[in-house]
């Protein structure tokens, strides 16, 4: 299973502890990435049909000098779900920001990109980052407020490698139960057979 991970710098950021979430990782996120960008990065990547794929998106479509309409944040996340072939999706939401130390950015304006983001990424996994870092306060961010410390990406990446062991669970599950089907009777004796794995 190859992770690729697509977005901004909350996971472009992260390089030398990428063996966390696992053995075949490509990182294709970009600072300063919005939603406008996640399709060209899928298509860098290469996304396969056997790919995992982790978003972290919102927080820059957010900053007060782009301000990406909602509805279109929304709309370009859409786009690139039903456009990349992933096996499955993982949406990781918005940290948040420290108010006091980004220059106009704000919680209350984030708030909206994380809601329409899950609401995009609905039946997919979310890894929920803002609970996640919550308990380390304003410690969860760098000197700028924006960007995340390393205290942060602590309980982060396990968080999101927890998430993609669930995933491979569900699917080793999905596959066994796919792949055997209940022998049918008949008045001359029992046979048994299997079914190819459905199309997922």
């Not at 299973?1 to 053995?23: I, K």
């Not at 490509?26 to 960008?37: F, K, Q, R």
């Not at 396990?158 to 699917?171: C, H, K, N, S």
Request: hydrophobic share 45%.
């Amino acid at each position: 299973m190859r992770v690729v991970l697509l977005g901004d710098s909350h996971l472009a950021r992260v390089r030398r502890d990428l063996p966390v979430l696992g053995p075949h990782v490509c990182n294709a996120a970009v600072g300063g990435a919005t939603s406008l960008d996640l399709l060209a990065q899928a298509a860098s990547a290469g996304v396969r049909e056997d790919d995992v794929v982790v978003v972290s998106v919102g927080t820059n479509d957010a900053a007060p000098w782009k301000q990406v309409p909602v509805a279109a944040f929304g709309a370009a996340v859409t786009r690139c779900l039903e456009s990349a072939p992933a096996r499955s999706w993982v949406c990781v939401t918005p940290p948040g920001v420290d108010e006091s130390r980004t220059g106009g950015r704000t919680n209350a304006v984030l708030d909206a990109y994380r809601e329409a983001a899950v609401s995009a990424f609905a039946g997919a996994r979310v890894v929920r980052a803002e609970e996640v870092i919550r308990p380390l306060g304003t410690g969860a961010f760098a000197r700028d407020g924006l960007h995340l410390g390393g205290r942060a990406y602590a309980l982060l990446l396990p968080a999101i490698a927890r998430t993609l062991a669930e995933d491979q669970t569900a699917r080793d599950i999905d596959r066994e139960n796919a792949s055997t089907v209940p022998s049918a009777a008949t008045s001359k004796g029992t046979r048994s057979r299997t079914t190819k794995p459905r199309a997922r």
